[in-house]
């Protein structure tokens, strides 16, 4: 599982068409099973949705030409400090999970019906939702820094280091900012992202990728 998701870093792209096919029993059962690991692991209430009503708003449909969002995750919590960081980290084995699937998704931090969305989770703060579903594309790589532009390794950089570095640069950010930095010396890793309004969530979608890229037995957080 570990490979595919490795893998999926590398081929995952954000797609905004969907074709409008629903999901398979299986898939759902798969990625709300996924769901249940991650919400009782980190103390979230992410849930799987499906609703005739678009959950876009209209930024979502006409400027970014957003369709066939049927299916999504609602990125719920009972408020708490780091909540943001922990709904992200959440989200990228998510949105890498659904790829594994053969599944294509679209992160939306801004650009869906927060009334609608909230009526659903009555109560939790939301940060965020995905559509998930088949696409009509495989979507395209974006846009990258290089490792040297976001990071640097007190002495030579380990192996480990420069993949988790790389695939930290694969990780999906709000407007493809990648506006973080990532340091490490010896087995310490400290990644800091600058502050603004998707931080958060983007702190923690690039920490997940930089643990599955550079395996988390080689080094420790700081
Ligand atoms: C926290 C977060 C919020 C985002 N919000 C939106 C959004 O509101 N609308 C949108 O169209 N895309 C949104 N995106 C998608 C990004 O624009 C996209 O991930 C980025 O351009 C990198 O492209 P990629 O996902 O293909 O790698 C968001 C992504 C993240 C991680």
Do not use: C
């Not at 209430?45 to 957003?66: C, D, F, W």
């Not at 340091?183 to 930089?210: A, W």
């Amino acid at each position: 599982m570990n490979e595919q998701m490795k893998e999926a870093m590398n081929t995952r792209h954000t797609v905004r068409k969907f074709d409008g096919t629903p999901l398979s029993d299986a898939d759902k059962q798969s990625l709300n099973s996924r769901i249940d690991e991650l919400n009782a692991k980190l103390g979230l209430s992410i849930i799987l949705t499906e609703s005739e009503k678009t959950p876009l708003n209209m930024m979502g449909k006409l400027v970014l030409g957003g369709e066939g969002v049927s299916t999504y995750f609602i990125l719920a919590v009972d408020e708490k400090n780091d909540a943001e960081e922990l709904l992200g980290y959440a989200s990228s084995d998510l949105i890498l999970y659904a790829q594994t699937l053969g599944l294509n998704t679209w992160w939306m931090g801004g650009t869906f019906n927060r009334k609608l969305v909230s009526a659903i989770v009555p109560g939790k703060m939301v940060t965020g939702i995905i559509a998930v579903g088949h696409g009509k594309t495989q979507g395209v790589p974006h846009k990258s820094k290089t490792p040297d532009m976001v990071s640097s390794y007190s002495g030579e950089a380990p192996e480990w280091f420069n993949n988790g570095v790389k695939a930290a640069l694969l990780a999906p950010t709000a407007l493809n900012k990648q506006a973080f930095r990532i340091e490490g010396s010896g087995n310490k890793v400290r990644l800091t992202y600058k502050s603004g309004p998707m931080s958060g969530s983007d702190k923690g979608i690039v920490k997940h990728h930089f643990e599955l890229g550079a395996g988390k037995e080689n080094f420790e957080w700081e």
